[in-house]
Nanobody
Framework: EVQLVESGGGLVQTGGSLRLSCAAS??????????IGWFRQAPGKEREGVSC????????HYADSVKGRFTISSDKDKNTVYMQMNILHAEDTRVYYC????????????????????WGQGTQITVSS
């Protein structure tokens, strides 16, 4: 059984930083065979893609709204994906989720919720002004 566990959320002031972690276990294939995406969702709004990474190809993708502020990275030895979030805005207040997409080596299905196979439980980030 695949499990994705997010951590690192919390309350931060505008302009501050946080780092999210997504620890994966139970994969059928090797860690390199998955794209791992970060998504976020506000109450009453659709879930949206934030970033994506495939460890083997080093491919990453970002939403325009976070480019230059967020950085996604991965640690194959720990089966963990990170997202460093800097210069946080009030608009970044959301629940953040990670999810996996098997055999997407280039994040080509970035943002397509239906293509992702497993989801974490989510972690809340609140940015206060």
């Amino acid at each position: 059984e695949v499990q994705l566990v997010e951590s690192g959320g919390g309350l931060v002031q505008t302009g501050g930083s946080l780092r999210l972690s997504c620890a994966a276990s139970g994969f059928t294939f090797a860690f390199d065979d998955y794209a791992i995406g970060w998504f976020r969702q506000a109450p009453g709004k659709e879930r949206e893609g934030v970033s994506c990474i495939n460890n083997s190809k080093g491919k990453t993708h970002y939403a325009d709204s976070v480019k230059g502020r967020f950085t996604i990275s991965s640690d194959k030895d720990k089966n963990t994906v990170y997202m460093q979030m800097n210069i946080l805005h009030a608009e970044d207040t959301r629940v953040y989720y990670c999810a996996d997409d098997a055999e997407d080596y280039f994040c080509s299905e970035y943002g397509q919720l239906s293509e992702y196979d497993d989801w974490g439980q989510g972690t809340q980030i609140t940015v206060s002004s």
